[in-house]
């Protein structure tokens, strides 16, 4: 099959309907509904505000003292004009700490995140919470054909688990990257994938100006809506890795201008593993994070003031043993707070990740998820990237692994749910019908109640081990895997205008027509 068969087919399928409701109905297991948590607790203070400003500081002197390499020209040119200092016939920036207190004052503290549907649109900041999918591995497994090589069917049905799952808020970046389309296409290719067969929120790679220029425009197309519209609303994000230690390459830095240009959400994300591209010490290593992450920030508002930018904090350790990068550690979790810290302190939106190391959907793939991803949490994550199915330090994802994730982001929805504390929940009426002795459950106030009173696991097993043991005695992974091969049967498309999907098929036919991106291979 060609890949313009593959898009006559999914056109097809879009103009025979099917669509959030009708998915609704027909998906197993049952779920809460679609909703963004909120942190209705403090977020976790781990340093002091003296300690705090002395990572504050520490990364102003490195970004005046020392500076970064911007490896564009035009990057250079944007951020001499807004004050930094451009060392000339060097790629080397550095950045009076009065610029960049004044540059990132215009950036703002909560914005929206315009998905296809409405009804997905993501707030992002304040004390909105969004969850994404895993992004970016180049590997993919599960329980029935092992781990294999990233291709565009596993990416299709990744997008599908990810518009199935109420707990998934937005795409992080492609689920697994499909490695079968060629470089200089696979924007456009899998792009139309993720506006086709989901309309959550949606994300896309920096690596060039052009590949950011042909997300943008399919972006709009599939909304429906004008240029005007997208540069006032927010409509795709981009993540933007240093080059750590301080080193901003080329097609990131194209990236940023591209996005920052018009008002989309650039999430500066620097790349510290304490021990091998940042210090061993916590404190060193964070303040590297910190004058990285200004410095992308500085250049959004050098170039849009007001356009909307996140701090993104992913600071762990190595293996100092075998320099392999660890992850859901404790020095990860900590570094997840204090980078919320951080954030508040500038008054913009975090980003932070749910990851672990773990090759196998194991104890070990539970716990430190946990601790990632309560990390994240009790830093006061606004975007939690890599929410749902990241394994083995990011190199795969796993089917089994999503459904495990999507079970821990439900069951985070649930812990920061208000307690209604009103004479109803107080429930006196209850104990006076029940009296001293009796029981609840046929009391009217539990019967009223018992389908919503309580978080419904998808994959927790409460039964006695009798009971148990008569099912089959099943375990986790395998009542996942079964999960996930049931939302894939139940999924239905979301609905495309046909207009809307015949601009679109037109136009990635004419870019993939015209080569896409140039590459060297």
Known sequence: MTDMDTVAGEGLRRRRGGGREGHARNAAPQQPP???????????????ADELESIHTGSLRVLSEIGMDFLDADAREVLRAAGATVTPDSQRVRFDPEMVAELIKTAPAQFTLHARNPAYDVNLGGDWIAFGTVGSPPNVADLDRGRRIGNRADYQNLLRLAQSLNAIHFLSGYPVEPVDLHHGVRHLWASYDALTLMDKAIHCYSLGRQRNVDVLEMVRIARGVDQATIDREPSVFTVVNSSSPLRLDAPMLQGIMEFAAHNQVVCITPFTLAGAMAPVTLAGALAEQNAEALAGMVL?????????????GFTSNVDMQSGAPAFGTPEYMRTAMIGGQLARRYGVPYRSSNVCAANALDAQAAYESVFSLWGAIQGGV???????????GGLHASYEKMILDAELLGMVAAFLEPVVVDEETLAFSAMEEVGPGGHFFGAEHTQSRYKTAFHKPMLSDWRNYETWEEAGSPELPSKANRIWKELLA?????????????????FVARRVAEGGVPTDY
């Open 34 to 48: 679609w909703a963004q948590p909120r942190l209705r607790y403090r977020p976790t203070e781990l340093l002091s």
């Open 300 to 312: 959004t508002q050098a170039v849009n003031p007001g356009a909307p930018v996140i701090y993104g």
């Open 382 to 392: 606004n975007l939690l990237m890599h929410g749902a199915g990241w394994m083995e």
């Open 490 to 506: 139940a999924y239905e498309p979301p609905p495309m205008d046909p207009a809307i999907l015949e601009e679109l098929d037109a």
